[in-house]
């Protein structure tokens, strides 16, 4: 079985920059066809899909954020990783990583793609 583990920091102060980790078990970020996604979800709002990346290591990424977020993977270490600079206050959420057997769509760039497989989440609060 597939399984998502996020991991971060919890607290950032404005103007730094968010490193996030999603470790995966049960299944390689490599295995053909399969998307992995970084999706958050502000306190009384709905989920916001940040962008994602591909099997082959192809990224994609929501206009809104293009400009300061960057999504990697290491393949050796069968992580996928999100960094985002320049933390602003409404950037708290809880941050989610997902992952599906198939290409992004305009679905999922509305918030509203259906995954395979969710981590738990993990809280980042930006704050000084």
């Known amino acids: 079985q597939v399984q998502l583990q996020e991991s971060g920091p919890g607290l950032v102060k404005p103007s730094q920059t968010l490193s996030l980790t999603c470790t995966v078990s049960?299944?390689?970020?490599?295995?053909?066809?399969?998307?992995w996604s970084w999706i958050r979800q502000p306190p009384g709002k709905g989920r916001e899909w940040m962008g994602a990346i591909a099997y082959d290591g192809e990224t994609y990424y929501s206009e809104s954020l293009k400009s300061r977020a960057s999504i990697s993977g290491d393949n050796a270490k069968n992580t996928v990783y999100l960094q985002m600079n320049n933390l602003k206050p409404e950037d708290t959420a809880v941050y989610y990583c997902?992952?599906?057997?198939?290409?992004?769509?305009?679905?999922?760039?509305?918030?509203?793609?259906?995954?395979?497989?969710w981590g738990q989440g993990s809280q980042v609060t930006v704050s000084s």
């Open positions: 049960g299944g390689s970020i490599t295995t053909s066809h399969f998307y």
């Open positions: 997902a992952a599906r057997w198939g290409p992004i769509t305009d679905w999922d760039r509305q918030g509203q793609g259906w995954y395979d497989y």
